[in-house]
C-alpha cells in the first residue's frame, strides 16, 4: 500500500519518531508503514490520518491506484 | 514518555530474573557439592534455576503483548528464524548421529541459546530495517 505520510510529516517538519510517539507506536513502525512495508491496521491507519487531519483515503491508496496516478 | 517507561521495567524485570538465575546456579552447585542431601531435595535443588527462566518467560510475553502491531510482526519472523534454526540444526544432528559417532549436546544450553540468538535477530532485523530507510 503506497502512502503520503513522508511529504505528510515533511510539510509538518515531523521526524518518524515524532509522529510515532505522538501514535504511541515505535519508529519502526512508522518507518515500515511510511516504506510501504507493513500494511497497518486500521486503528493505526485511523491514527495516522488524525495526526494529519486528514482521511485514510486522502493518505493511504493501493498499489493499483498508486501506478495508475503515477502513469497520468 | 509511557513506552519508554516500560522498556525501562522490562529490562529491570528481565535482569532481576537473571541475576536470580545465576544466583541459583551458584547455590545449585555449591549444595549438590557440599551437602548430603536426599534424592528428591537433590532434584529440587537442580531444578531451581529454571524457575526464574519460567519468570522471564512471562515477562517477555508481557512485553510483547505490550508492542505495536509492527514490533509484534518482527518479533514473530524472529522467532520464526529461531524456530527454523533450532528445528533444521537438530534435524541435521540428529540424522548424522543416526549413521556417525556424534560428541554428546548439552540439552541445557538450547533454552539460552534460543533466548540469546532470538534477541540477536530482532536486533539484526531492525538494524535491516533502518539500514533500508537511509
Redesign the interface.
Same mark, same amino acid.
Given at each position: 500500500m503506497q502512502n503520503r505520510i513522508k511529504v505528510l510529516r515533511a510539510e509538518k517538519n515531523w521526524s518518524q519518531q515524532m509522529l510515532a $510517539?505522538n501514535i504511541? *507506536? #515505535?519508529r519502526?513502525?512508522v518507518?515500515? *508503514?511510511e %516504506?510501504g512495508?507493513?500494511d497497518?491496521?486500521l486503528q493505526?491507519a485511523f491514527d495516522i490520518a488524525n495526526q494529519f487531519n486528514q482521511r485514510i483515503e486522502e493518505i493511504f491508496f493501493p498499489e493499483v491506484q498508486a501506478i495508475t496516478e503515477r502513469s497520468e | 514518555m509511557? %513506552?519508554s517507561k516500560q522498556d525501562v521495567l522490562f529490562v529491570k524485570l528481565f535482569l532481576t530474573a537473571m541475576v536470580i538465575f545465576l544466583i541459583l546456579i551458584a547455590v545449585q552447585t555449591f549444595t549438590l557439592e557440599l551437602i548430603v542431601l536426599p534424592i528428591w531435595l537433590k532434584v529440587v535443588v537442580t531444578l531451581m534455576p529454571v524457575l526464574p527462566l519460567i519468570w522471564a518467560f512471562f515477562i517477555f510475553r508481557a512485553r510483547y503483548r505490550a508492542? $505495536?502491531?509492527?514490533?509484534k510482526?518482527?518479533t514473530g519472523e524472529a522467532f520464526l528464524w529461531t524456530l527454523g534454526m533450532l528445528c533444521f540444526s537438530s534435524f541435521i544432528y540428529g540424522m548424522l548421529a543416526m549413521k556417525f559417532p556424534m560428541p554428546p549436546v548439552e540439552l541445557a544450553l538450547v533454552t539460552p541459546i534460543v533466548f540469546g540468538s532470538h534477541g540477536l535477530i530482532v536486533q539484526l532485523l531492525?538494524w535491516k $530495517?533502518?539500514a533500508? #530507510?537511509n
Amino acid at each position: 500500500m503506497q502512502n503520503r505520510i513522508k511529504v505528510l510529516r515533511a510539510e509538518k517538519n515531523w521526524s518518524q519518531q515524532m509522529l510515532a $510517539d505522538n501514535i504511541g *507506536v #515505535s519508529r519502526q513502525a512508522v518507518n515500515a *508503514v511510511e %516504506r510501504g512495508k507493513h500494511d497497518p491496521s486500521l486503528q493505526l491507519a485511523f491514527d495516522i490520518a488524525n495526526q494529519f487531519n486528514q482521511r485514510i483515503e486522502e493518505i493511504f491508496f493501493p498499489e493499483v491506484q498508486a501506478i495508475t496516478e503515477r502513469s497520468e | 514518555m509511557e %513506552r519508554s517507561k516500560q522498556d525501562v521495567l522490562f529490562v529491570k524485570l528481565f535482569l532481576t530474573a537473571m541475576v536470580i538465575f545465576l544466583i541459583l546456579i551458584a547455590v545449585q552447585t555449591f549444595t549438590l557439592e557440599l551437602i548430603v542431601l536426599p534424592i528428591w531435595l537433590k532434584v529440587v535443588v537442580t531444578l531451581m534455576p529454571v524457575l526464574p527462566l519460567i519468570w522471564a518467560f512471562f515477562i517477555f510475553r508481557a512485553r510483547y503483548r505490550a508492542f $505495536d502491531e509492527y514490533m509484534k510482526a518482527l518479533t514473530g519472523e524472529a522467532f520464526l528464524w529461531t524456530l527454523g534454526m533450532l528445528c533444521f540444526s537438530s534435524f541435521i544432528y540428529g540424522m548424522l548421529a543416526m549413521k556417525f559417532p556424534m560428541p554428546p549436546v548439552e540439552l541445557a544450553l538450547v533454552t539460552p541459546i534460543v533466548f540469546g540468538s532470538h534477541g540477536l535477530i530482532v536486533q539484526l532485523l531492525i538494524w535491516k $530495517d533502518n539500514a533500508e #530507510s537511509n
